[in-house]
């Protein structure tokens, strides 16, 4: 993909890199080899707008096919100051469109000097996922307060988008509807809010093998932001009970035969090094 | 039928080789591999599609501005996009395209052509005296 070829060619670097991943592509399995697998974050994401804003939910385990590559990562990515977005799909591909379209929501509400509207960032995100007819792999689920209130967008890697009460993305997002399904209602309290958006995560987490580790939340009040993370340690790691090193001792010695080796020395040369 | 809004030339002309480096042959340093295949087809399904999309995205402002305010304001905006374009460094420097950035509009956003393949940041770099004496018709 074009953000893997961060390389060093000069000129012609965007035809050069597809000529060369086609080329490669095509032969790499004649020769027995496979080609690297894109590090995806198979994910559980949610949101649910409650009665003063919006809480995002989402895990922190980042898969590169069948291995945990990052056990803690943050998949809460800051949009403005008022809006937050989770992501799902492939790691880079969400970093780098929420990065973008952060830059350029902050570029806009400088030039319009009023605070972006959640519809905005929506806008911006869609028309880039559409333009590239879902080869960015960015599943995304967005969320923020503004002048006309709380929003909640869920946004998919094609390019279309739904606004709703409450939306789960990702490889666990079945798991964690049925729990939105079950118990969301609308104007919640925030504490209320926070128990459905952790139970729905954890749900994810234990039922789902792309989603687990912590569960990091972000709950978007107007004028105040709170980033939980962690908000729960639902997987600790094990600590070892016992120490397995051998003791010093343990092998008893028997026999000891000492051997000197006599060296003379025969001829002794200096070269200096060229410090100059 | 549907091949011709595939393929990348719409006239190929066989015999040449399109990636002419300095000696007539394939310059593999700086374009890269070749392949008749490649030539002709485009390698990814977006190519095509990210190729031209500065070039449909101003044709179609351009068409809705023709319909909503008459011939005189696209010819007017082309006149100031072709002047603007014409104002650059020498021939060897990367230009910022500042007027050409604020005439657009794109002075205002970031996308992937700002990351990736910055002209500024490019290691190749034409020979300065070569390249002036040549604008200047000297060479």
């Known amino acids: 993909t074009e953000e893997q070829c961060w390389g060093t060619w000069g000129k012609n670097i965007k035809c050069v890199c597809f000529y060369r991943n086609a080329l490669l592509e095509a032969d790499i399995n004649k020769l027995g080899f496979s080609s690297p697998a894109a590090r995806k974050t198979g994910t559980t994401i949610c949101g649910v707008v409650y009665k003063d804003g919006v809480v995002l939910g989402a895990d922190t385990r980042a898969t590169e096919g069948m291995v945990v590559a990052d056990k803690n990562c943050s998949k809460i990515h800051y949009i403005s100051p008022n809006i937050y977005c989770c992501g799902a799909g492939t790691a880079a591909d969400t970093e780098m469109t929420t990065q973008i379209i952060s830059s350029n929501l902050e570029l806009h509400s400088l030039s319009t000097g009023r605070l972006p509207r959640v519809t905005t960032a929506n806008r911006m995100l869609k028309q880039m996922l559409f333009r590239y007819q879902g080869y960015i792999g960015a599943a995304l689920v967005l969320g923020g307060v503004d002048c006309n209130g709380p929003h909640l967008y869920s946004i998919y890697p094609h390019g279309s988008t739904d606004k709703l009460p409450y939306v789960t993305m990702g490889s666990g997002s079945l798991a964690a509807m049925a729990v939105f399904e079950d118990r969301y209602r609308p104007n919640m309290e925030e504490e209320e809010a926070k128990r459905l958006v952790r139970d729905a995560i954890a749900a994810g987490i234990f039922n789902d093998l792309g989603s687990g580790s912590n569960i990091d939340l972000c709950v978007i009040t107007k004028g105040k932001v709170d980033y939980l993370r962690p908000h729960d340690m639902a997987n600790k790691k094990g600590v070892r009970t016992g120490s397995y090193r051998y003791k010093h001792g343990t092998t008893g010695v028997l026999t000891k035969a000492v051997t000197p080796l006599n060296l003379e020395v025969v001829e002794e040369s200096v070269q200096t090094m060229d410090t100059s | ?139």
Do not use: W
């Open chain 2, 1 to 139: 039928m549907f091949l011709k809004y595939c393929l990348k030339d719409s006239v190929p002309v066989t015999g040449l080789c399109p990636q002419a480096g300095s000696y007539g042959v394939q310059d593999s340093l700086r374009r890269g591999f070749s392949s008749v295949k490649n030539e002709l087809l485009p390698s990814h399904p977006l190519e095509l599609s990210e190729k031209n999309f500065q070039l449909n995205q101003d044709k179609m402002n351009f068409n809705t501005l023709r319909n909503i305010q008459g011939l005189h304001a696209p010819l007017k905006l082309q006149m100031e996009y072709r002047a603007a374009r014409q104002i650059q460094r020498l021939p060897f420097l990367p230009s910022s395209n500042l007027a050409l950035d604020t005439l657009r509009g794109s002075d205002d956003s970031i996308g992937f052509e700002d990351i990736l393949n910055d002209p500024v940041q490019s290691e190749l770099m034409g020979d300065p005296h070569i390249m002036t004496e040549y604008k200047l018709g000297v060479l």
